[in-house]
Nanobody, 115 residues
């Protein structure tokens, strides 16, 4: 089994940057897909970005050009570098890993962007 722990959230002013981390409890080399999602209270969880084991990345249109997803196998960690943050980016951010056909979620990390 794999456990995921997010960190790096917090409060930032509009236009600022934050980097989220998602640390896995085991090697991520065997995890083919890792994602970031976000959720605002009362709304559905939405896709933010995805990266494959081969390094291919995909982004939601709302974050394209502002967010960058990456993964570091040596540290068993996935990252989400967020720049030019907007108040609309305020949400709880979750990382997810597809491991042996099972979706595993982290506990979430709050990101708040003030105007």
């Amino acid at each position: 089994q794999v456990q995921l722990v997010e960190s790096g959230g917090g409060l930032v002013q509009a236009g600022g940057s934050l980097r989220l981390s998602c640390a896995a409890s085991r090697s991520i080399d065997s995890i083919t897909v890792m994602d970031w999602f976000r959720q605002v209270l009362g709304k559905e969880r939405e896709f933010v970005a995805r990266i494959t084991s081969g390094g291919s990345a995909d982004y939601a249109n709302s974050v394209k050009g502002r967010f960058t997803i990456s993964r570091d196998s040596a540290k068993n960690t996935m990252y989400l570098q967020m720049s030019s943050l907007e108040p609309e980016d305020t949400a709880v951010y979750y990382c997810r890993a597809l491991y042996r056909g099972i979706a595993i979620w982290g506990q979430g990390s709050q990101v708040t962007v003030s105007s």
